[in-house]
């Protein structure tokens, strides 16, 4: 049982590159979760999806798309990075809202130069 | 409406010693806080939760004690140890809308 995974853990892009972040849980969960999290400002939602299908705008979701490919995997993509998106961003799932315990992945250090 | 206001910023406490983080939020259709405990480089792991039907809840060495009049809830650590040292985390949610706090910074020392 891996719980939630990411990949990558680091990467480094220059202002307009596009990449996508990827995460995967195999605990069977409905829910999935995008966080980004910078100093100070603890953790932000940017998107999240309650159950395969569906996606929904978190707190922060300029610059950003996802994708609930399945019920395991939930990818982030950004289109054109720019600095300000330079963070690091945690993926989580939970049964099925956020009211159930949120299991949160090992997380991906982003630096947009 | 939608903030949860985290205090203080940074702590540190000898080792024994009770630790207490303070958390205030906004909104009343909030029905459940936890609280998150993240060690530098992890992502951020469940310590504890309370839901707003109870006032007090224990778990181990964690006590969150809760105040619905005064939408304000805390995290106590009772003899606290070197390990505890990591940043903390409360959050407000329902359904799927979840707001976390800025974040507590807690050294404990030896």
Redesign the interface.
Known sequence: NAG?TQTPKFQVLKTGQSMTLQCAQDMNHN?M?WYRQDP??????IY?S?SEGTT?KG?VPNGYNVSRLNKREFSLRLESAAPSQTSVY?C?SSLS???D???????TRLTVL | QQQVKQSPQSLIVQKGGIPIINCAYENTAFDYFPWYQQFPGKGPALLIAIRPDVSEKKEGRFTISFNKSAKQFSLHIMDSQPGDSATYFCAASRNDKIIFGKGTRLHILP
């Open positions: 939630v829910s979760y100070g400002m603890g953790l932000r939602l999240y309650a929904d707190e945690f989580a809202s956020s009211t315990t949120q299991y949160f992945g090992p997380g």
